[in-house]
């Protein structure tokens, strides 16, 4: 063979090596790609051997069974059963092994049984799968159905190695009964962005200790991470004992530009310091979380949020509008400053009410007072550790709702028809809580009407009430083709059956008497507590219209600060003696008191703004640090905080109560001594006091 022929001959075995090499290399890395694709990794999904790799948990004890089924199954010769008798929060989880930002896809195939589906009266969620720590999970199975495949797809943290799955029959604030079975459970890491899939956030806790274990939960490795806050509560003593002193030495001498000045200069340190907070203090996970993936979905396609494919929302509609604008710039920044300035901008809207009201605050008491009060009422608010722990520290909203309830009794107030609708309707489309001032509004609408037999406030208020509502809620209908009409009615009948229970954290006389976290079903001398709840919102309202009666009186002193006075009446009494209240219902009580103190100039309603800021920074700080230390953990019936803290919030109510009773009945007001003094120690360019006493 010639040397041309051996070199081709050679030339030709290299070409098929190299072929060769490169289609064994490419089946290779195909097959370990596949190989990643398919792999399951949690361990049992079938059952066939028992549970050695699940622990169960259980809300309510001696309520579910647990056990593997080998009767009913989908495949195999196993399945796994959950069976409640009565209303629990029922799961089995198992810790998997993730790799740090990746997607995984978790697949179950359940089956129920007599599992009931939301109603008007309770928010219910059947078998789903979650993740412990978070609020996201599945879609909800309930009723008679076969075996149904569910999906659930999550993206983990950057420096996440482990997550905790939960197959659950029941929920977080949403209890079922019923039968769940569970087969063919399988985890698969996929690499590529599922069409749903849940952001979670870095989770840094400590799961060794067997000592540091709640209920499924571990205890966080940083429990004193937020001990300082607990020094704002004497800042707070500080501060409201200066408050007292200025308002009982009649000191009111001061230059009332140099005021405004002194004024916005600390309300910038306030907002500073908010900043601070809220990049570096622990957010409650699960809100922040919320919001956090609202955001996102409402800066891609906000209008079709309430089609049924997100698989938690229980926010009415204007938040959503809030989220939108923000929730693309959160998501893109989510990993400058390990995630502070994500979750900075999602704080954003609570930190600014928060400015606002102090804002509106000021110039409300400029108009009734002077410029020294003035001053001292907006600081009071924008210092208050119960204000800021909330938006800046926690993460939720009720700064943003409580600017919305301060600004419709301005209007109301000021006799602004229109503003008082329109505002109405943003506070019942912000939260359904918002309810909770429709008699003290209808009864100043009322008032006038049979004041002065006119019925143009009541058309322009509900005119403009129903007009706002049309707008905000048009664009979601037309966006669905109005496949739902009824979406709107669901949502709220699915959020106000939430949390159905005495009380769920909110300590109140409930909670006095030792039934946090008691079933709402429970009997309590021959009635349930949602019977209990029910005569307690009649009370209250009871107790308003005969506010609203004697106080619409010719001679009454006060006819002006109707409007805030029953409004502070009816959330106070709401949150002392209606069931389903939660930690922050009472959150407005502390500008609704400042207000009424501002018209009246009775100087119980400061002293009562003090007292229901320490309860409310009391009652959240305790569940906002149970959560960093323990997540998700509530304090048991007749825990001596709660106790106390109850106690307070009781004794509060009855001297609400004594205190409009002198007010609005018998007519009597007692001013501090610095406001006394306004009427003779005017300093020129102060706000017209006459004027608008006279009015």
């Known amino acids: 063979m010639s040397f041309i022929g051996k070199k081709r001959k050679l030339i030709t075995l290299l070409v098929v090596a190299a072929i060769t090499a490169c289609f064994l290399t490419t089946a290779a890395y195909a097959d370990t790609s596949e190989t990643n694709i398919t792999k399951n990794i949690i361990i049992g999904g079938d059952f066939e051997s028992g549970l050695d790799y699940w622990s169960e948990y259980s809300w309510y004890e001696d309520v579910s069974q647990f056990k593997v089924d080998k009767e009913v199954f989908r495949s195999g010769s196993a399945s796994f059963l959950i069976s409640s008798k009565s209303e629990n929060d029922a799961r089995i989880i198992q810790e998997i092994q993730v790799a740090p930002s990746a997607y995984y896809t978790v697949t179950a195939y359940i089956k129920t049984e007599n599992v009931p589906a939301s109603d008007a009266d309770n928010y219910r969620v059947g078998a789903t799968i979650s993740i412990i720590n978070t609020t996201f999970r599945s879609s909800s199975v309930c009723g008679d159905t076969d075996w149904t495949k569910v999906e659930f797809s999550f993206y983990t943290a950057k420096d996440m190695n482990s997550v905790q799955l939960c197959f659950t029959l029941g929920g977080y604030g949403s209890l079922n009964s019923g039968k769940a079975w569970f087969d063919d459970i399988s985890v698969k890491r996929v690499y590529s962005k599922p069409s749903q899939c849940f952001v979670l956030e870095s989770t840094k806790t400590d799961t060794s200790s067997g000592s540091g274990h709640w209920a499924g939960y571990p205890l966080s490795e940083e429990p004193d991470s937020i001990k300082w806050i607990a020094f704002a509560f004497a800042w707070f003593i500080v501060l409201a004992a200066l408050a007292i002193a200025f308002a009982e030495t009649g000191d009111i001498s001061g230059n009332g530009k140099k005021t405004r000045r002194t004024f916005i200069f600390a309300l910038v340190g306030a907002f500073l310091f908010r900043c601070v907070v809220a990049m570096f203090t622990p957010s409650f996970g699960p809100d922040i979380g919320l919001f956090k993936y609202w955001g996102w979905y409402a800066s891609t396609d906000l209008f079709n949020m309430y089609s049924g494919e997100l698989s938690f929302l229980d926010y009415p509609p204007l938040y959503m509008y809030a989220l939108a604008p923000i929730g693309a710039i959160a998501n893109a920044l989510q990993d400058v400053m390990g ?104 009864l100043i609408l009322l008032i006038e009407l049979i004041r002065n037999k006119n019925w143009k406030p009541i058309v322009i208020s509900v005119s403009s009430g129903i007009l706002t509502l049309a707008a905000l809620l048009l664009p979601f209908y037309i966006r669905t083709n109005f496949e739902n009409p009824t979406w709107i009615v669901e949502l709220y009948a699915g959020t106000i059956g939430q949390y159905n229970y005495a009380t769920m954290n909110g300590f109140n006389f409930w909670a006095m008497l030792g039934f946090n976290i008691t079933s709402a079903e429970t009997v309590w001398h021959g009635l349930t507590f949602a019977q209990w709840g029910m005569i307690g919102i009649g009370f209250s309202i009871v107790l308003a219209i005969v506010f609203a009666v004697f106080g619409s009186r010719k001679n009454s002193k006060v006819k002006d600060a109707l409007p805030s006075i029953l409004s502070l009446v009816l959330i106070v009494s709401v949150f002392t003696f209606a069931h389903k209240m939660h930690e922050r219902y009472m959150f407005a009580a502390m500008a609704l008191a400042l207000m009424a103190f501002i018209q009246c100039k009775d100087r119980w309603y400061l002293y009562l703004s003090m007292i229901f800021a320490a309860v409310v920074f009391a009652n959240t700080y305790m569940i906002y640090n149970l959560y960093i230390m323990w997540t998700y953990c509530y304090p048991a019936s007749g825990d001596i905080a709660v106790t106390i803290i109850s106690t307070i919030e009781v004794i509060s109510f009855v001297l609400l109560v004594i205190t409009t009773v002198k007010v609005l009945i018998m007519n009597k007001i007692s001013s501090p001594k610095s406001v006394l003094e306004l009427n003779t120690n005017k300093t020129k360019g102060e706000a017209d006091y006459d004027d608008a006493k006279n009015s």
């Open 339 to 442: 995630g502070a300035i994500t979750t900075l901008i999602l704080k954003m809207p609570s930190i600014l009410a928060d400015i606002i009201t102090s804002i509106l605050l000021y110039k409300f008491a400029k108009r009734y007072l002077d410029s020294k009060w003035a001053m001292v009422i907006g600081l009071i608010y924008a210092a208050n550790p119960a204000t800021w722990i909330n938006s800046a520290a926690w993460g939720q909203v009720d700064s943003f709702f409580t600017m919305l309830i301060v600004i419709e009794v301005m209007c109301l107030t000021n006799k602004k028809w229109a503003g008082a609708g329109i505002f109405f309707a943003l506070m019942v489309l912000m939260k359904p809580h918002g309810i909770i001032f429709t008699p003290a509004i209808g």
